[in-house]
């Protein structure tokens, strides 16, 4: 077992052996190494002055780079990574970056406080090369907020930011850093032990079930997205963890005629692309959820294990009628996903077992899918509601209907009696309309800060007749994205 | 400065400049109080913070809490001098005293080695609530006749009679919520002992004077034992006016009581928790016109939500009275607010300072006659503007004397083509039964100066060196808005000196004593024209040396240009020989300089002239709604603000889009909300949410007025250019109540009120439809139709 933690600061290589393995990433860099240009906005990951750029190996003689949030990433994550911050980005001579220089030309700072978050978000786009249009733009920064601005100069520094001569030198020594840091590839598990907390990070399943067999109560990490809150918001002391992120299993995307098997340390952003070609509104949810920092690091399976009642896979999974895969001492087993919500908080998971993959079915080509996602604001928010339909006709008449919610109840759910009205009977509007006034009576949603309970059913109903316009009459306007995009 | 002509190639106001920090703040270098090196043996402050809205305290047990680090614990019993911290009247505490006011205030504090510790430790004490009947909104405070402070009224004419007499009258009601600040840095103060007792603080605050005088109260010293030092603010908006000064007094009791430097840094559930935040109202009007939208008489009462404690909510609902007129003549008109005790945090400034509440007041009643009779809104607003020589005087007695609307309302309305869009919008609507568009103009007017008469003056300390460089103090705080830069550029327009040769400094209540906050969007105004006296009194001193040394009689003209000193169109010699040559023969080099508002004069009651002047701006606003969700997008938005002559115009050009994406913020989507237990619960971004950059309307077209000059001789013709543009957004609210109208084809106006979250928008929809709880089915018809 490997028992301390290696990692690229820059490109200079750090060992740390004696570190609490759930200190964060910000507080290392802010408290341990002053270094100050990386802010704390909320230490949730929802403000994105904490935006850091991690870099790994692409497995291809380069590096592949990415946005993430400090504030919630745990230090022994950086194993076998680079991590660059603000402070990293001038050239060899002190020149600024060309996104500092856009963001200074245009304007782009105020008060400064969440600025260097929004440098590394726009350096990480800038690796990614290509001039970015406003779309991408928006999605690459959702997740930092700016209270002075109103970011119009911000993103019109993300519009300039390749009109400036650079020979980028992160990219310039890509080779060599992914050659350093393939040097410190694990073959084992890494196990750290600080003041009585342990932290584990296999690196195969096999690993990953010895780990679990010896602390089958320990707390599973993947992405971080949820657990980093558990210490930095709920305060808690997580006295063993066991970090998924490693795993090669658990990183694989299968894709055949029949569906497609997402491993479950696959992220959101990993996941965008397969799921968004196969269910256009699902890419179209995914690249609502969140941010591009959290989709970086959350993962699917993550998000289904931990049984958010308003997380927002959970009801288009449900409908699509993905199965899930959970392994552990006694085995795998295989469950329809909404089987493993059993209530607020309650899920269908054993101790030592672990979430392995989740499977979903391809659509036939007589079915319609659609998914819709309510919230306050429109990017980066957890939604009040959440639906999912799935529906094959025949001859106007419904064959099959599977629904998903979010936000209505305990726990993400299907509403069988609105399926049961639904199924054989027309698809029309009385039809449809018997389906509202089931789906209103079964759900149970409650009142707080993000909606109440009037609105939560309301909407409910009305997204189900909005699949039903959207199924029945094709050119109807229904939504106000493609709206705002057309005018 | 009669002498000099300061006007030449490169001109130090007037011009586009960045931020003087833009470079640090994008390198990540810009220090922050959190970020300032640690000085030894620091120690990190947590305050418990109470979990009821009102309770009594029948034992607060402390002892556990000792031990594990803990070098001091400091509880409202062992003050010694005084808990009340209140700006203006008393009321707002540092810790609740044997009573519990709101949920979430602090019990007492804690240092510790780390945050850490200091929160464990505090979390280790014993409270023993008994609860209180809470009061937990202004409906709640209006029933049980809650004032917190006394009720004010003005009145004008007899509106009573004018309704009666009109032919057409409505009465009604509208909620405006408040709105949490967000600055991106939270509150933090450190503290940092001296010798014979004295106190450094470091504090992130729009008002070190306030925090000076309140730590020194607090700590039983002289105001010349505490001084404060605030280099920039990441953010503030108001939030940072007089809510910094608790987390310094408490950084402060604690460093006193250990002798060691303490940092007192809220993370942010607890500072969006236990700090106050924009007023939310309620406001009830009467209102009788003609049949042409002309209002004759109306009545407002507006209930403001204070909290538990004055803070500045005087002021505030003043202001909000101020500006219940927005930009219209209101010839028999009473205005009555109410300001109300509850259990909820004390709230406070907030860029617009009451000001944008009263005017969604008036522009919600705008809206309610223009669909009563049937006409455009704009018609209506338009109708009731103020004159330009007549129908000219406000409710509180001063006169409208450069109202420049009808011209720049006219000019907005032909660049947005708000017409023929209009039609557009009406088009659309009629051929899509599911999304709606909607369009409004909304005009701003906004009063310029602390109501506060006192306020209103500001000092400046200029030092030049031999070198010929210079170091500018000011008592403006820098949060982001760019005054420090537009200072310094007024300094080196008066020395006619490159900009990069005026430092500035941190602000420092050792270098300029009894400031004002920064805050009224007076910043520049004040500041700039206190460094201006400053500078021209230098200059001033440099004439005489000039005139003497190089032979220059007094009725030639000397110009400070292009570092250097002209005579006639001749180079005397460069600014800095100038300053040496001052040196040696023995002439002061450096200056305080002093500035004071004229023309103020504020009656007893308020009325008079409360401003030096009117800043204007308008904003054409279009959304279009899912009337099955409630969802919306807002997809253009054009607006025309005036700034008079910019002193900078791409730092003004910042406030103007800033402060109206804010201002969406507020109306839309930032949604304050407490449990049964009076519990904020939307006390972090992932819950409470604050526009992102897709929010950013798609077609955003901003301008500066380029008419626009101060008729006052305020520095260099500009205006002030803060608030104002955050009232630019109420355009959106009304571009979202046109959406709603038209489900009902224009017949009723929508009962949508502020913040128009989604659920506000789809609830108001079916309000409009008469179908409340129906669903689609009951609206189908109409829609069909």
Known sequence: MTDSVRFLFGHEMRELRDVDPTRTVLQWLREDQYATGTKEGCAEGDCGACTVVLGEPDGEGGMRYRAVNACILFVPVLDGRQLLTVEHLAGADGAMHPVQRAMVDHHGSQCGFCTPGFVMSLFALYLEGGRPDRQRINDTLAGNLCRCTGYRPIVDAALAMHDYPWDDPVRARAAGTAERLTALRRTDTLALAWQGRRYFAPVSADGLARVLGEHPDATLLAGGTDVGLWVTKRHMDLDTVVHVGDVAELHGIHEDADGVAIGAAVTHGEALDVLGRRFPDFGELLRRFASVQIRNSGTLGGNIANGSPIGDSMPVLIALGARLTLNGPDGRREMPIEDYFIDYGRQDRRPGEFVERVWIPALGGDEHFRCYKISKRFDQDISAVCAAFRLRLSDGRVVAIRTGFGGVAATPRRAPRTERELTGAAWDEAGVRRGEAALAAELTPITDMRASREYRRLVAAQLLHKFYIETTDPQARTRVLAEEAAS | ?785
Request: charge should be negative; hydrophobic fraction near 40%.
């Open chain 2, 1 to 785: 400065m009669s002498e000099t002509d300061t006007r030449r190639g490169n001109p130090g106001v007037n011009v586009a400049r960045p931020h003087d920090s833009a470079h640090k703040h994008v390198s990540g270098s810009a220090r922050y109080v959190d970020d300032l090196p640690e000085p030894r043996e620091l120690l990190h402050a947590y305050a418990r913070l109470a979990e009821r809205a009102h309770a009594r305290i029948n034992r607060l047990d402390v002892s556990a809490v000792d031990g594990g680090g803990v070098a001091a614990v400091v509880t409202p019993e062992g003050l010694g001098t005084t808990n009340d911290i209140g700006p203006v009247f008393p009321g707002d505490q540092v810790f609740a005293d044997g009573e519990v006011l709101f949920y979430g205030q602090p019990l007492f504090a804690v240092a510790a080695g780390s945050i850490d510790a200091a929160r464990r430790a505090a979390m280790r004490a014993e409270v023993d609530y008994e609860d209180l009947p809470a009061i937990l909104d202004v409906d709640a405070a209006l029933d049980a006749d809650a004032d917190l402070l006394a009720p004010k009224r003005w009145r004008r004419g007899e509106p009573e009679a004018a309704i009666e007499a009109a032919p057409h009258h409505l009465e009604g009601r509208t909620y405006v919520g408040g709105q949490e600040h967000f600055y991106l840095e939270g509150q933090v103060a450190m503290a940092v002992p001296q010798e014979d007792g004295d106190m450094l603080v470091y504090s992130s605050t729009q008002h070190p004077s306030e925090v000076q005088h309140l730590v020194a109260k607090v700590l039983g010293l002289p105001d010349h034992a505490v001084t404060v030092e605030t280099r920039r603010m990441g953010g503030a908006f108001g939030g940072k006016e007089t809510q910094g000064a608790q987390i310094a007094v408490i950084a402060a009791l604690l460093a006193q009581r250990t002798g060691r430097p303490v940092k007192y840094r809220l993370d942010r559930d607890d500072d969006m928790t236990m700090t106050g935040k924009r007023h939310d109202l309620r406001i009830d009007y009467r209102v009788g016109f003609d049949d042409d939208g002309r209002i004759r008489g109306i009545t407002f009462m507006q209930a403001v939500r204070c909290g538990y404690a004055p803070d500045l909510s005087h002021s505030v609902s003043d202001r909000a009275m101020y500006h219940a007129d927005n930009a219209y003549f209101l010839e028999n008109v009473e205005i009555t607010s109410r300001r109300l005790r509850t259990n909820t945090v004390s709230n406070t400034a907030f860029r617009g300072f009451g000001g944008p509440q009263g005017m969604v007041g008036m522009e919600h009643v705008i809206e309610e006659i223009a669909r009563e009779l049937g006409l455009d809104p704009l018609a209506v607003r338009r109708r009731n503007l103020y004159g330009v020589d007549e129908r000219n005087i406000t409710p509180y007695g001063m006169t409208v004397e450069d109202n420049i609307l009808p011209e720049l309302l006219g000019e907005l309305e032909t660049s947005s083509e708000y017409a023929r869009r209009r039609e557009a919008v009406r088009a659309y609507n009629a051929a899509s039964p599911w999304l709606k568009k909607g369009i409004a103009v909304t005009p701003v007017k906004f009063g310029i100066s602390f109501t506060a008469k006192h306020l209103n003056q500001a000092g400046a300390l200029v030092l030049v060196y031999q070198d010929g460089s210079v170091q500018l103090n000011h008592g403006g705080t820098e949060m982001g808005q760019g005054l420090h830069i537009k200072v310094a550029q007024v300094v080196a327009e008066v020395f006619g000196i490159d900009l990069e040769r005026v430092r500035i400094t941190a602000t420092h209540t050792g270098k300029v004593p009894n400031t004002s906050p920064t805050a009224a969007s007076s910043g520049s105004d004040l500041n700039g024209a206190a460094a201006y006296n400053a500078a021209t009194k230098i200059v001033d001193r440099l004439l005489p040396v000039i005139r003497d040394h190089f032979d220059v009689s007094t009725d030639a003209a000397i110009t400070f240009r292009d570092n250097a000193v002209y005579a006639g169109g001749r180079e005397l010699a460069s600014f800095a020989e100038v300053v040496r040559l001052a040196y040696f023969r023995r002439v002061q080099l450096s200056a305080a300089g002093f500035y004071a508002t004229p023309k103020l004069q504020i009656n007893e009651d308020g009325t008079g002239r409360p401003f030096y002047y009117f800043a204007y701006g308008a904003a054409c606003s279009e959304v279009v709604v899912d009337t099955l969700t409630g969802e919306y997008r807002v997809t253009r938005v054009d607006i025309l603000h005036d700034v008079g002559r910019s002193l900078n115009p791409a730092i003004d050009m910042g406030q103007i889009e800033g402060g109206f994406i804010q201002g969406m913020g507020w109306l839309t989507t930032e949604e304050l909300w407490w449990d049964e237990h009076g519990r904020l619960m939307t006390h972090a971004p992932s819950t409470y949410k604050i526009p992102a950059c897709s929010d950013l309307p798609a077609d955003f077209r901003a301008r500066i007025y380029e008419r626009g000059e101060n008729v006052e001789e305020a520095l260099y013709r500009s205006k002030a250019v803060g608030e104002p543009p955050l009232m630019l957004a109420i355009s959106v609210l009304h571009a979202l109540k046109d959406a709603v109208a038209s489900a009902a084809d224009y017949r009723v106006a929508a009962p949508l009120h502020a913040p128009a979250t989604p659920e506000a928008v789809l609830m108001a929809v079916q309000a409009v439809r008469g179908t409340v709880g129906a669903g689609v089915a009951a609206a189908q018809p109409e829609v069909a139709g």
